[in-house]
């Protein structure tokens, strides 16, 4: 298995027993549940490594001016000092890398998915006190800054380019065939963000059977947002058989019918017919 390396069940527990307690706080803080992700993933992010990103985000944060302006100032600063200065950018290449998805190593390696990348962008702004929020497009996630009537937009992924309206309608185009909604344009919450995430890391392994382990955790980390679709229990439950494990995959999928069975029958009784042939693989 290449790296990165997942921590022991022991550490996994205690990430999760704090992802599920910082994801039902009144403000769930986004760098954290980004870095509980990445110590998931990832056993050599200790508590010292997660320490000395939450660090770099503050340092990266010293380094903008004393509150520069309007919107579209911030964006410009930000653009110099983390496009401009320090290369943080996207390439095609970090879709196909689980690191592109974890913060601590988008920092590191300033290479990453659009929405770490823009996590980079939010987090150094919040700290020098921008007006500046995350914007989940279609296909691409990329930052704003102001009021709707002032807004400028940003693509961390191209190094922090601005975006005009019509920019915008063509990324949504690209990646749906349809118009740009103004819905698209609300700020996105952290736990918006970090389902995101999770289902980018869960796209990434379903690509690779051979890393089901990492599907497991990120579907296991999602289950314990305040809201997640019921769904999720059935993709895990057909991790779990993947990987071997027929008596929790066949008792999941199990559980999973009788939620499906208040609306949908015919579906449970698939479903059900599923967990008996997991049973089966047990002779």
């Known amino acids: 298995m290449p790296p990165p390396y997942p921590p022991s069940p022991e550490r996994s527990t205690e990430l999760r027993r704090r992802f599920a307690e910082e994801a039902r706080c009144e403000r769930p803080d ?19 490594g997660m320490d000395a990103a939450q660090m770099e985000l503050d340092r990266l944060a010293g380094q903008l001016p004393f509150r ?36 601590h190593e988008v920092l590191r390696r300033r290479r990453g998915l659009p929405i770490l990348l823009s996590v980079v962008w939010l987090e150094v702004a919040r700290r020098a006190g921008a ?12 930052v704003g800054f102001g009021e709707p ?23 949504v185009a690209g990646a749906t065939g349809t118009a740009l909604h103004p819905s698209m344009l609300v700020p996105a919450t952290p736990l918006e963000v970090v389902s995101r995430i999770l289902n980018n890391v869960r796209a990434w392994a379903a690509a690779r059977p051979e890393r089901s382990d990492v599907g497991l955790w990120a579907v296991e980390l999602a289950l314990l947002l305040p809201s997640h679709p019921a769904r999720l229990r059935y993709e895990r439950a057909q991790l779990l058989v993947q990987r071997g494990d027929f008596v929790k995959g066949a008792a999941e999928l199990e559980a999973y019918a009788e939620v499906v069975a208040a609306v949908d029958e015919p579906a449970a009784a698939r479903v059900r017919q599923q967990a008996q042939a997991a049973r089966a693989m047990l002779n």
């Open 30 to 48: 986004l760098s954290t549940l980004c870095l509980l992700v990445g110590a998931e993933a990832d056993g050599a992010l200790d508590e010292a």
């Open 149 to 171: 009537d002032e807004q400028v937009l940003a693509d961390p992924f191209n190094g922090g380019r601005a975006l005009t309206g019509a920019d915008a309608e063509l990324l």
């Open 68 to 103: 520069p302006g309007g919107p579209r100032s911030w964006a410009v600063s930000l653009r110099e000092l983390l496009g401009d200065r320090l290369g943080f950018r996207g390439a095609p290449g970090d879709y196909q890398r689980l690191e592109s998805s974890l913060l």
């Open 131 to 142: 007006p500046v929020y995350g914007l989940a497009l279609p296909g691409h996630f990329i």
